[in-house]
């Protein structure tokens, strides 16, 4: 941690949001600069390929603000992309990571400042509520978050989402892993350093409609899977043993029925069929789920780069303008990648 006053980076990923931008940089720049003792601060919107007003909002915003900065990618990468987009442009000594959606209160961030200047480099949102979300989402996601604990050979922890503030050396070290499936909840367990659980109320949307369809849900799910555990796939070979044991013990009935009675019939079409079946979706759930880990496998061999960057706003050389409001614009469109 620098000497100076410390900075801390915003970073907020958007997608489709032009309603609720203008509200959520008016409460965390409150929420900023409201923390005692006080800190620096940059926000640092990633627009993630936005097909609505979202980029025009963003860019008034940072006409008038020199600490707002945009990254605009060349299309949408997904959320977790974006996320990791933004930290690769913060520069603060603390990375604080939230939607944009106002679901997670901007307010919380002076609690997890004043966890970070205890000595924890980590600190994670832990959502005891959750407003504004049917059962079956609440559900659903209490259920993969237990079952992915259960399957992680790295503890991750319950209801927590990418909610979170990390110190520079965490920043670092998660700016390191390049890879393409990224689950960043998991990487930051995986990474280390002293962490911590800050509980807190989850609100509704401010406005708008949620971005993760079931679909994409589903997909998170997978990426988290198979991202931070190998079990399934060793779930796929104790199953192969079981149905062989299962196939063996029949096997032996059928023979001892024709030893013990030769001459009788054994109909068994039905249950004949439905042994095949089943053996049959075994192993075709088994080489799915094989094709799953080698998919990405080459989609990381191919090493590409995470994502492309058309348009930078507000970034310079010179960190010290990071609590100046006002000036002109800093764009760079070199369109690099990362």
Sequence with gaps: MSMQTPLVSVVAPVFNEEDGIA??????????????????HELVFVNDGSVDGSLDVLRKIASTDRRARVVDLSRNFGHQLAITSGIDNATGDAVVVIDADLQD???VIADMVQKWRDGFKVVYGVRTQ???????????????????????????PVDSGDFRLMDRKVVDALCELREENRYIRGMVSWIGFSQTALEYARDPRYAGET?????KMVKFAVDGITSFSEKPLRVSIQMGLITCFI????????????????????????????VVLFFGGVQLLSIGLLGEYVGRIYR?????????????LNFSSDEGDANEVGGDSDDDRDGDGR
Aim: no cysteine; aromatic share 12%; charged share 25%.
């Design 23 to 40: 509200e959520f940089y008016e409460r965390t720049t409150n929420a900023m600069e409201t923390i005692t003792p006080p800190v620096r």
């Design 300 to 312: 990381e061999s191919k090493r590409r780069p995470l994502y492309f960057v058309a348009e930078r």
């Design 247 to 274: 196939s063996l013990f029949l096997a032996l009935v059928i023979v001892a029925g024709k030893v013990l009675e030769p001459t009788s019939a054994l109909p068994g079409y039905a249950s004949l069929m439905v």
């Design 105 to 107: 209160p901007p307010e």
């Design 130 to 156: 959750r407003a504004g979300e049917n059962r079956f989402k609440l559900w659903t996601a209490k259920t993969f978050y237990r079952v992915l604990n259960r399957l992680s050979d790295t503890p991750l």
């Design 211 to 215: 971005k993760y369809t079931m679909r």
